[in-house]
């Protein structure tokens, strides 16, 4: 046997949950089992036609399909601009302050890359995206968690904040709407980060992609006197504007920062398609009532049917949380949320997410994605009833 072995850093990390786990599902789904997903914070509904339409004029173009430019199309980054006058009322420069990226996992890599050496803290929310955590072992951080709990509204704890010791921390990494809690931005919130930003010479990474998915009031880091200096915004297209495959997402900060990351960006990829590019481009330019259907009508119903799952397997829940996800506490009798899981998978085929995965703060919460159609939702909230009636 050839006696290579493996980088060091994959014993920091394993494969990502979703991937481990809908190999079983596949597997299940080829045993017949029709396995319901509720799991996965995929869109399930299109892009608007005319995202789509642009999309198929700029493929046809014969002169479209040459290299690109990584800091993207003057197109685009003047509607990631015009995006966030739009809906935050605050005031980008297409050119030096915004930055396309291939979505934002592509974003965190870049951003530690360009910020943080090997050995640097990261502050990481608990609960919190994977991500955040696994991209910063592989590239050599020392993750330091920070509490998010229920009781505060998922919000950080700035009393604890201050407590630690603080004086190795390059980044802390936020995520309102928060995911997987559904807990909202606030702005208050928001104002304490960007002073404890200052304070303490950190900088502040707030990935933002659910602010408009039933949410009456979308906000932004950058809205608050002083944030553009100290903290970057993660946006993506992926969630609001229904293109999780497309992966395009943007970075908004100062032009200092934009620069840095472009320098790592430059030698990594060669650009976005330029179809891509134009099309996301007019998806930014989508109409109010587009907005609505796709993000807030469409993911009521769902969430309508979501609570009665709730309800059957007695979880309790905030009826006021956002996003694209609803978060509950299970109840008290099962010892772990993989064991109710694992029992709705394979007692009632539907496949949902044990909070465990998102860190020791979620390990009493179970996970349910919108991203389904009505009738699947339905039809596993039939089921998991069922499976609770015949127990």
Known sequence: MYKIQPADRLSTVQEYYFSRKLKEVAKLNAEGKDIISLAIGSPDMPPSAATV????????????????????????????????????????????????????????????????NPGDEVLVPNPGYP?????????????VNYDLREDNGWQPDFDQLEQMDLSRVKLMWTNYPNMPTGGNARRETYEKLVSFAHKHNIVIVNDNPYSLILNDNPQS???????????????????????????VGMVA??????????????????????????????????????????????????????????????????????????WGRIPDRYKTCEELTERVLHEARVF?????????????????????????????????RKMVIEK
């Open 53 to 116: 339409e642009q999309l198929c004029r700029t493929a046809y173009n014969p002169d479209a399909h040459g290299y690109q430019p990584t800091v993207g199309t003057p197109e685009l980054r003047k509607a990631m601009a015009g995006f966030y006058k739009r809906w935050y009322n605050v005031d980008l420069d297409p050119a030096t302050e915004i930055q396309p990226m291939i979505g934002s996992k592509e974003a965190i890599l870049h951003v530690t890359l360009a910020l943080c």
């Open 131 to 143: 991500t955040y955590t696994s991209l910063s072992k592989i590239l050599g951080q020392k993750i």
């Open 221 to 247: 880091i950058l809205q608050v006197e002083g944030a553009k200096e100290c903290c970057i915004e993660f946006n993506s297209m992926s969630k609001s504007h229904n293109m999780p495959g497309w992966r």
């Open 253 to 326: 900060t100062n032009s200092e920062f934009i620069s840095w990351i472009l320098k790592i960006k430059s030698n990594i990829d060669s650009g976005t398609f330029r179809g891509i590019q134009l099309a996301a481009a007019v998806a930014y330019d989508n109409d109010d009532e587009w907005h609505h259907e796709n993000n807030y009508v469409n993911y009521r119903r769902r969430r309508e049917i979501a609570e009665q799952i709730m309800d059957v397997l007695e979880c309790k829940y905030d009826k006021h949380s956002v996003g694209m996800f609803l």
């Open 352 to 384: 949902i997410t044990p909070g465990f995965i998102f860190g020791s703060n979620g390990e009493r919460y179970i996970r349910i994605s919108l991203c389904a159609k009505d009738d699947k939702i339905q039809l596993a909230l039939e089921r998991i």
